[in-house]
């Protein structure tokens, strides 16, 4: 990294005694919150990593998420939804092959795309999926009628990339995969999911494959902090 050593954040120095006092003064903020309201605000989290060093995550709710895409998109902000898209896409593929780099016997990715933004999000994947080596098979049963969408599955198609057209998922899908790439729904969805996504869903946790979900697992309250 080209950052300066004097700009570290002090979180990386845990042996430092005044460091260790503000952690702590920070565990017990957190816990008064939670006894107070009853649900786990978005608070820094400690994650011990190698040389010694901790990182700080930090937790969003849904409605600062959805704050954080309006600001973006804001004039100030100066991005459109498709940039947006590019990144979070990409972002989602390069944790899959840090997590599950491609192996000669588990490269088949199913990548299940939901009908709105999320879904998106899953194509971009797919694309980036398949220039890193993996074999990306798409369900994307509901499509959105946008030319960002149809532009974004024509790019799938031009690079040869599987689809899964049927409505419900097959399960020889399921069976053949390695890997699924969950980006069906994200934080702003509430409500149970309707078919075909909600028996695929259920499918989904009874199996024992790898899944990893953009943004969150649908099943979780991201603002109760579950």
């Not at 939670?34 to 605000?41: I, L, Q, S, Y």
Request: some cysteine.
């Amino acid at each position: 990294s080209d950052r300066p050593a004097t700009q570290q954040d002090d979180t990386t120095r845990p042996s430092d005694p005044q460091n260790r006092d503000k952690q702590t003064k920070h565990a017990r903020q957190h816990q008064r919150v939670v006894h107070a309201t009853g649900t786990t605000p978005p608070a820094p989290c400690g994650v011990r990593r190698s040389g010694g060093c901790v990182m700080r995550l930090r937790y969003l709710g849904s409605s600062v998420a959805q704050q954080l895409d309006r600001d973006l998109m804001s004039p100030s902000g100066g991005f459109s939804i498709d940039q947006l898209m590019e990144l979070a896409g990409l972002s989602c593929a390069e944790a899959v092959y840090r997590s599950y780099p491609p192996q000669p016997d588990r490269q088949r990715i199913l990548v299940a795309c939901g009908p709105g933004n999320q879904g998106g999000d899953g194509l971009v994947a797919a694309r980036h999926l398949k220039h890193f080596g993996y074999t990306p098979i798409v369900w994307y049963p509901k499509r959105k009628d946008a030319s960002l969408f149809h532009g974004l599955v024509q790019q799938l198609h031009n690079l040869r990339v599987e689809f899964a057209d049927t409505e419900h998922l097959p399960a020889s899908a399921l069976d053949d995969a390695h890997l699924v790439l969950d980006a069906i729904f994200g934080f702003s969805f509430h409500g149970e999911p309707r078919e075909p996504f909600k028996s695929t869903l259920e499918n989904l946790v009874q199996r024992t494959l790898p899944i990893v979900s953009v943004d969150n697992p649908w099943s979780w309250k991201v603002d109760a902090g579950m």
